[in-house]
């Protein structure tokens, strides 16, 4: 299994600009969840999804949206890049409520200039 | 959710255990206690959870006060592979995981 995967694993955007980030699971896992981290600081909850075709706002949802159309799959987009998005973005999943372990990615390094 | 505090750095001589606290007095009844340890430039890592018993696996131990308000992490012999942010966490429903700043845990050879 490869686990948790994202793409990119860097990207400079410019101001306005849109993007997705793309994050995948390969273990059949129903819950999928997008944290972004700023430097020296711990992990925010973006959004979250319980099952395909679920999902709901974390923590600091605003300037980015989420579809679950799939088990697999769960891309983060950003529709009008801002300075204040610059951050380290990552994807995790875990099995159900009743298992707690979160399996993380390796992140993916955005800067808006 | 509740909110968690830890001491924002510790040091430690390597090969010697290690205890970093935790303090969770808002804990709910049904609020696991997580805690993950993210190494530089890497996404968080699993370490261990309990919800009312202690419990140990291959990496810790974890300690869990009776009234559930406080838990400890045990390495009982730290490396210098353990230096890293270490996150308590007490999640509910849907595992939403509201992880706070860490301990940052520095390990001396």
């Known amino acids: 299994n490869a686990g948790v995967t994202q793409t990119p694993k860097f990207r400079i955007l410019k101001i306005g600009q849109s993007m997705t980030l793309q994050c995948t699971q390969d273990?059949?896992?129903?819950?999928m969840y997008w944290y972004r981290q700023d430097p020296g600081m711990g992990l925010k909850l973006i959004y979250y999804?319980?099952?395909?075709?679920?999902?709901d706002k974390g923590e600091v949802p605003n300037g980015y949206n989420v579809s679950r159309s799939t088990t697999e799959d769960f891309p983060l987009r950003l529709e009008l890049a801002a300075p204040s998005q610059t951050s380290v973005y990552f994807c995790?999943?875990?099995?159900?409520?009743?298992?707690?372990?979160?399996?993380f990615g390796p992140g993916t390094r955005l800067t808006v200039l | 959710d509740a909110k968690t505090t830890q001491p924002n750095s510790m040091e430690s001589n390597e090969e010697e255990p290690v205890h970093l606290p935790c303090n969770h007095s808002?804990?709910?009844?049904?609020?696991?206690i997580h805690w993950y340890r993210q190494l530089p430039s890497q996404g968080p890592e699993y370490v261990i959870h309990?919800?009312?018993s202690n419990v140990n696996n291959r990496m810790a131990s974890l300690a869990i006060a009776e009234d559930r308000k406080s838990s400890t992490l045990i390495l009982h012999r730290a490396t210098l592979r353990d230096a890293a942010v270490y996150y308590c966490?007490?999640?509910?429903?849907?595992?939403?995981?509201?992880f706070g700043t860490g301990t940052l845990l520095a390990v001396q050879p």
């Open positions: 808002t804990i709910s009844g049904t609020d696991y």
């Open positions: 966490i007490v999640g509910g429903a849907t595992n939403k995981l509201i």
């Open positions: 309990g919800l009312t």
């Open positions: 999804s319980v099952g395909a075709g679920i999902t």
């Open positions: 273990m059949n896992h129903n819950y």
């Open positions: 995790a999943s875990t099995l159900s409520s009743g298992a707690p372990t979160q399996y």
